[in-house]
């Protein structure tokens, strides 16, 4: 039986997990065609909120993080996601959106993207963006629930 201070560690160590639960920190990244290992092609998951759209990151503005490289177009971009990357990390490890409701994993078109409550979703192409828009709240449930099931045999 645990004591009350063990209780309280335990619950704090639960909780503190539970809030991480959704930042995609222990799963895998898309870098889908790239040789290099980049994230999102070597776009900057920065510039979509700061720049409104999807920027080319420079090789010299580079960062690690969660097994992938991510490129930035500024030292500023770089320095806002390592202060903090759950902000900046698109939803479902940068994989399509759709697709990832759909059960499977797919690559993305960095053109083909929403913010929705403050989160990055990419999407395989300019048209299933389209579909995806037309549903954006059912499909986020779907992807959420599928999400921590996928796996590399899941990649299409």
Do not use: Q
């Not at 690690?64 to 320095?79: D, L, M, P, Q």
Request: with cysteine; proline share 6%.
């Amino acid at each position: 039986m645990l004591d009350r201070r063990a209780f309280i560690g335990w619950a704090t160590a639960m909780l503190a997990t539970a809030s991480h639960a959704g930042a995609d920190t222990t799963r895998p990244v898309n870098t889908l065609g790239s040789p290099d290992g980049l994230a999102i092609r070597g776009y900057d998951p920065v510039a979509y909120f700061r720049d409104g759209g999807p920027r080319l990151g420079k090789p010299e503005f580079s960062a690690r993080h969660g097994g992938a490289v991510w490129r930035f177009v500024s030292a500023e971009h770089k320095t806002l996601f390592e202060a903090a990357p759950e902000r900046y990390l698109p939803a479902y490890g940068g994989f399509c959106a759709y697709g990832t409701s759909r059960g499977y994993l797919v690559k993305i078109e960095p053109e083909a993207w929403s913010i929705v409550d403050g989160r990055l979703y990419l999407n395989y192409d300019l048209g299933v963006r389209k579909t995806w828009l037309g549903r954006t709240k059912t499909y986020i449930a779907r992807a959420d629930g599928t999400w921590p099931r996928l796996t590399e045999r899941d990649i299409r």
